[in-house]
């Protein structure tokens, strides 16, 4: 039994209570981040807002005017060139250094190359910022270097940082403090998706498990297999064949007619379910081998598990089971396991029965073996090998191993030629005493 019905109802409920926790719990400290995420826009926006005052107006306007100022009769000018052609077209404008454009002197640009050929050159062949340090009336006009410039500049705004109060420093602290917690709220939506994912597929297995067990379990014909090439009977439940996980591998029921009893077939796990199905069905269920299972990875649990075991349990010991929808159970037994007798009490048809009960079979089996059509007999010996012999000494006898004859008991002789299946070690022919036995000695004894 791998897990009850309530036991399971039990765990889905502890799931969907963990998963409402854990929402809960992602609700509020993603609350949190937004409310401190709120706090420093907050005082971000407050230090872009702040109003400089009269006196800082005042300091600033006197800066601009200092610094603007190379001696008492020349000034830094900025050299501009203006690219529009209307109002006598290119132009050459000089704008006092860190003042407003309300002051600006304009030169006709053929005009000011004309007196000034050099500073034209040099703004052709430099990168800005273009300075130059001229008069009044722009006789005297030397160029500043570019780097003499940048630090003129760099000078400037020093002071003027001192002036409206420095808020580099804290403004860059707001700023990695908003970019961090950003990275953490983006952090937790990626952990909350990937939980609310896992949540989803868990529940959607559990609720599938409960509904696929609330389904009657019945011995019938299904549709179209995904193992067989044409429908066949077997243990069904819903559209779903049931299987027994055993050693990695799925076992099921399979009968191609009425008439014909039921036989275990084997089939990789692969070609039924992933193994992420799997893995759910043994994280969640603990499911695990020796346990019954539908295609959809379902366990079974309580009374479906106890009717799949039973019915297994009776075609592994022999038990002929013919498939019947008419009635409850959905089979009937048509004989009993031969089990039940001894080698010694067993009956033996001809000399090939009696040569290979003098080996001392541990077991044997005899009925309609091989796909019915005649009786047979099944000597199983300790050393692993199995050998069927029939009634009729002119058929063929077959080789099996043991550990795999009850999986291939039921087959048709035409499945087992065609198909060689695992386990199926070969035939031998009567074609006379000595050379049977001497056959049958060298199976047995290799």
Known sequence: MVIGKEDLEGRLGDLKQQHRSYVESVKGQNDQYKAELDRLVGQLREIGNVKPSREQIRQERELRESVSRADDDRFYYKVIVGQGEKRGGKRIILRRSFNSSSNDVRFPYEEFRQRHSEVIDYIANNKEPHVIISDRNFTNVSILSREAALAHEVEFNRNLGKIRGDNSSTIRDLESSIGGIKEDMAKLLKEYRAERDRYKIHSAYMNGSLEANSEESQIRKGVLSYIEDRPFYSLWRGNSTLFLYQDGKLHY?????????????????????????LGLATSLLRFSSGDYTDRMAYPLFEEQSRIAEEIFDKVRRGIRILPRNEVPEGYIEVDKPSEDMTPAEIRYRHWGQEYLAEYEPVEVVQGELLGGGGSYKAFKFGNGKTVVEFDQEERATYLFATATFENLRNWKRSEI?????????????????DVWKAAVDNYLRS
């Open 417 to 433: 030629l065609s198909e060689r299946p695992e386990g199926f070690d070969g035939r031998i022919f009567h074609l006379g005493q």
């Open 253 to 277: 029921l399979f009968s191609s007619r009425r008439d014909t009893p039921l036989e275990i077939r084997c089939v990789e796990t692969n070609k039924v379910f992933n193994s992420g199905r």
